[in-house]
């Protein structure tokens, strides 16, 4: 399917690996220019994108640097914003955050929210102009954990936050010809997953099984209903479907990429 992309200006942030370079890399195979905003770029990255800003968008300096990038390489505005930059934030003794809402304090509080919330808040605020003049559309990609009630609590919280804002978008300015939805991914074969050193490490440790062991076994201690973890690939093809104008009436909505992990209507 063409998904009528070709010339169309696109921002994907926390594009450096996983989702978001899957989908700067489907974006362009699309026929899209891309500006990928990651807080350290990569050959692969570099490959892809027609620019790249380096910058931490958990910092509100961050987003300030993506609307510079942005006066010269799309004065007319863009087309897509992507929000993909987000997860579990690392440092200290329990970064995952497995001891429970009582050990995490505010300042790791603050730096999940700012990471997973509000560098969404931030980068669509000076971005909105410039997505109004195209009459564009905002993907921010959200996480199951916005609607599970399952460790690490604030990254869920900050997630379900994120969700809200995605609808409160759509609804102010729908009647301005700008859209905004969801997307909302299962456990996804990246490196928050596939990496000793992330959260599905610290869960492997903690039941004592090799990192290899724990991912087989997680699709059926978490009821995934495809029997295993999406590709980010997957999720990158679901974004470019609705960042174009085949989902030119979609806005508003989440869509779950799960594998069938959540059970409610």
Do not use: C
Not at 76 to 104: C, E, K, Q, R, Y
Not at 133 to 162: E, F, L, T
Not at 169 to 189: D, F, I, N, Q
Request: charged share 20%.
């Amino acid at each position: 399917m063409d998904l009528h992309l070709t010339g169309r200006t696109a921002v994907v942030t926390g594009a450096s690996r996983g989702i978001g370079l899957a989908t700067a890399e489907r974006l362009t195979e699309e026929g899209a220019r891309v500006l990928g905003v990651a807080r350290r770029s990569t050959p692969e990255l570099d490959k892809v994108a027609d620019e790249v800003v380096t910058a931490d968008l958990a910092r509100p300096e961050g987003a300030d640097a993506v609307a510079d990038a942005l006066e010269g390489w799309a004065p007319a505005g863009i087309d897509v914003l992507v929000n993909n930059a987000g997860g579990i934030v690392s440092g200290g003794p329990d970064p995952a955050h497995l001891g429970g809402f009582a050990t995490i304090s505010d300042t790791a509080w603050q730096a999940t929210l700012d990471l997973n919330l509000l560098s969404a808040v931030r980068v669509t605020r000076v971005l909105i102009d410039a997505l109004l003049r195209r009459r564009g559309v905002i993907v921010n990609v959200s996480s199951i954990g916005a609607r599970m009630a399952h460790p690490p609590v604030d990254y869920g919280a900050a997630k379900a936050a994120m969700t809200n804002l995605t609808k409160a978008l759509s609804e102010e300015y729908a009647p301005r010809g700008m859209r905004a939805v969801t997307v909302s991914p299962g456990p996804t074969r990246t490196g928050n997953w596939t990496d000793p050193a992330s959260m599905a490490g610290d869960l492997a440790h903690r039941e004592g099984l090799e990192l290899d062991e724990f991912l087989a076994r997680l699709p059926g201690e978490m009821g995934i209903s495809t029997g295993r973890l999406a590709e980010p690939e997957e999720t990158a093809a679901t974004i470019a479907f609705l960042a174009s104008p085949h989902a030119a009436n979609i806005t508003g909505i989440d869509v779950v990429v799960d594998g069938g992990v959540l059970k409610t209507v």
